[in-house]
């Protein structure tokens, strides 16, 4: 994808606000700022930055796919990480604590920086990790040429890495086959393999960037840019592809990289679906449940799933708990019986999640919780 300057007339981030909106539509209401206690030097913030991640809403945090390079020489550029945007170079400066990007203006102690993290705070605040060269020689293109045509493998997970930017990755316990695209690039001497979009648009929805910090033929040893836990883990090499052969998707498909969990619909499981679906979901549960085969267990079993921007649901999981409300192991007979039921009858006709500011559907993680008591149901409920 070529690259695209533009230019700014309203701020540093202004750009994304106009041409990514799908991705990081929000960061410019990050002006609207929180006062800390902090102060930070100038030259504390020279170097090169990738975005770990931004809290859009309580609850709904996302990727943040930024590129942000701050020189000694007072000047600054911004681009997303796989350069797909990339504004023209602005300058910046400090004056009593007040850190000045372009023409927007940070108070003191929006921004708090330590030897390895870069945070902004305001209307969505914002994380970025300080980016040092890798050890190893060759660069993207290298990278590059290891991963395509190749099938790499973590757990459970297999990745189709095909030449041509398509990337399947592939559950081998759901035989779910999910349609992405991916990229490697190079940030200041390190390399980013990026994976974003999904099987009808490539231009958005980023996952958390994956840093290569080194490869041979047969593995990869990398690490997930996360504010939570970037440990390194390993991609282990597999078959080769077909040249010229792309994907198929198979099964439950996701949307995007967030998964926005609802909050203020806690209790409104009719919001997520047609009229009457909680009673739906109650009805069908307590009619097909076989509470004879099962042992008599009392607690609670806790069933999450994804539901995409086209109302369908998938990945459910169940999580258990016994009557003191602690975790607790419950008779699998229990639990797959309930999942298989609302896997069967429950997989299509949800509501599609919204967001303030986001005017395309999301992706938003449902819970039902269902109550058991000598192994029967006696309520569901959120």
């Not at 639990?335 to 303030?356: E, K, V, Y």
């Not at 986001?358 to 039902?368: F, N, S």
Request: net charge positive.
């Amino acid at each position: 994808m070529n690259n695209v300057a533009y230019r700014s007339n309203s701020g540093p981030f202004a750009p994304w606000r106009r041409e990514q909106k799908g991705c990081i539509i929000l960061i410019i209401s990050l002006l609207n700022g929180l006062l800390l206690a902090n102060s930070v030097s100038g030259q504390s913030l020279v170097g090169a930055w990738i975005g770990v991640e931004q809290q859009i809403d309580s609850g709904f945090v996302c990727p943040l796919p930024l590129f942000l390079q701050v020189r000694s020489d007072s000047t600054y550029t911004l681009s997303l990480i796989d350069k797909a945007a990339t504004a023209p170079r602005s300058t910046w400066g400090m004056t009593d604590n007040r850190l000045r990007l372009d023409t927007a203006v940070f108070l003191p102690g929006q921004v708090q920086i330590t030897a390895t993290d870069l945070k902004v705070q305001g209307a969505t605040p914002m994380v970025f990790r300080r980016v040092q060269p890798t050890a190893f020689s060759g660069g993207e293109t290298t990278v590059r040429s290891v991963l395509a045509n190749r099938i790499w493998q973590q757990s459970q997970v297999r990745y189709h890495f095909h030449e041509g930017g398509q990337l399947c990755v592939e559950d081998q316990l759901t035989g779910d086959r999910a349609i992405r695209c991916w990229t490697v690039t190079e940030c200041n001497g390190s390399v980013f393999v990026v994976v974003k979009g999904n099987r009808g648009d490539c231009s958005r929805s980023y996952d958390v960037p994956i840093q290569v910090l080194a490869f041979t033929d047969k593995k990869l040893t990398v690490s997930k840019l996360t504010a939570a836990d970037s440990s390194p883990y390993s991609l282990t090499a597999g078959g080769l592809l077909p040249a010229g052969k792309n994907c198929e998707a198979i099964g439950f498909q996701l949307c995007s990289s967030c998964f926005y969990i609802p909050y203020e619909q806690a209790g409104l499981l009719e919001k997520k679906g047609p009229p009457g679906r909680l009673y739906a979901v109650r009805q069908q549960l307590m009619a097909d449940f076989k509470a004879n085969n099962v042992p008599r267990q009392t607690g609670i079993v806790q069933v999450r799933c994804l539901v995409n921007c086209e109302g369908k649901a998938g990945q459910f999981t169940a999580t258990t708990y016994g009557p003191d409300y602690q975790r607790n192991h419950f008779d699998p007979q229990i639990t797959n019986q309930l999942l298989t039921i609302l896997r069967t009858h429950f997989a299509t006709g949800w509501r599609p999640g919204r967001i303030r500011a986001i005017e395309r559907p999301l992706d938003y993680q449902a819970t039902i919780t269902i109550r058991l008591v000598d192994g029967q149901i006696t309520d569901v409920f959120l």
